[in-house]
């Protein structure tokens, strides 16, 4: 079982609709939890991060976290064509000597 | 600007031949990493370096070597470069505790004919 799993999609939502993207995870001792956006040919750049269960709100971005569940998502509200990338999910625990370890990334596109 | 820098950015190489990529951070960051990646697989961990001075295996690290030169830079070496080491390669930085996540370099798009 990969340690992180994440849809590759693609997910495709129309101009102004909710985006939900969603990350599972096997190490239940994972404490931090990242979203990365990566348009084609850049390089990640890291866009929300959430430590504690419940939601974490950043303009038109939502993270969502539930521990016992192992399940982080993010929410993209009033999604914009500018939102299409690749989303990766990334975890960090300390068993991992704080290395993140990243899903495969859910490729987003939202149309005009 | 603040940030991670990487050299080069694009780089054919002939298969055998040796090459040096090199990536340095200004974040006074004690951690650095270096991640290919490739189509459908993701972000691989190649090699890090939690703190100056050390150094230490990622999950595909065979063809590689790392040298972490001082607390800024943080390079990766392909001895006898093969086909399959074709791929973006990526470095990035971070405080080694803590909730932090990396900051990333722009990359390097490495092709081996």
């Known amino acids: 079982q990969k340690e992180v799993e994440q849809n590759s999609g693609p997910l495709s939502v129309p101009e102004g609709a909710i985006a939900s993207l969603n990350c599972t995870y096997s190490?239940?001792?994972?404490?931090?939890f990242f979203w990365y956006r990566q348009y084609s040919g850049k390089s990640p750049e890291l866009i929300m991060s959430?430590?504690?269960?419940g939601d974490k709100e950043d303009g038109r971005f939502t993270a969502q976290l539930n521990k016992a569940s192992q399940y982080v998502s993010l929410l993209i509200r009033d999604s914009q064509p500018s939102d299409s990338a690749t989303y990766l999910c990334?975890?960090?625990?300390?068993?991992?000597?704080?290395?993140?370890?990243f899903g495969s990334g859910t490729r987003l596109l939202v149309r005009p | 600007n603040a940030g991670v820098t990487q050299t080069p950015k694009f780089q054919v190489l002939k298969t055998g031949q040796s090459m040096t990529l090199q990536c340095a951070q200004d974040?006074?960051?004690?951690?650095m990493y270096w991640y290919r990646q490739d189509p459908g697989m993701g972000l691989r961990l190649i090699y890090y370096?939690?703190?100056?001075?050390?150094?230490d295996k990622g999950e595909v690290p065979n063809g590689y070597n790392v040298s972490r030169l001082n607390k800024r830079e943080f390079s990766l070496r392909l001895e006898s470069a093969a086909p399959s080491q074709t791929s973006v390669y990526f470095c990035?930085?971070?405080?080694?505790?803590?909730?932090?996540?990396?900051?990333f370099g722009s990359g390097t798009r490495l092709t081996v004919v």
């Open positions: 990334a975890v960090k625990n300390m068993d991992s000597s704080y290395k993140l370890i």
């Open positions: 990035a930085s971070s405080e080694a505790e803590g909730n932090y996540g990396y900051t």
């Open positions: 959430i430590y504690s269960n």
């Open positions: 190490d239940r001792v994972s404490q931090s």
């Open positions: 370096s939690a703190s100056e001075g050390t150094t």
């Open positions: 974040m006074n960051h004690n951690s």
